[in-house]
């Protein structure tokens, strides 16, 4: 795992060769062979050039254009690291960021933790959000429903 947050370092330092985004991902992606490795390149880019460029009019997003949020879901191949793809129905909003509530069953105990993070998924379009999280007991079962998400309007 170590290697992994050392590879990420060296493609930030990398990334501000790049003038953008695109440019960033189209460097580093070449010859990645992992989903796991192709997310921390994509979050490191977008970190890099967003933090010069956050859109303006970045807001919540109301309930119906929530509704049009629907994706799956689960917990990873690595235990405590949670991922999932989320497709946008929007035709007009980029997404910016989306909070998850995951609840954990054991047995007939139920825990709920939220979660958010950080993504890009321009309207219409299927993309990814992935954090560590909190694992129950061996044998438990997880639901993961969208509390709420953040975005802006496309041009």
Sequence with gaps: MRIVYVFVTLILFGCSESSNYDECILKHMEGVKSDHGARLISNSCYEKHNKKSTPKG????????????????????????????????????????????????????????????????????TGEFAFTFMPGDKGSEYTWNIVSAKGYKSQ
């Design 58 to 125: 970045v807001r919540e997003l109301e309930l119906e254009e929530e509704f049009k949020l629907t994706g799956r879901a689960g917990v990873s191949s690595i235990y405590n690291y949670y991922k999932g793809d989320i497709y946008n129905g929007n035709e007009s909003i980029t997404l910016t960021e989306i909070k998850i509530k995951i609840t954990t069953t054991s047995g007939k105990s139920e825990t709920s933790k939220e979660y958010i993070d950080t993504v890009h998924i321009s309207p219409l379009s």
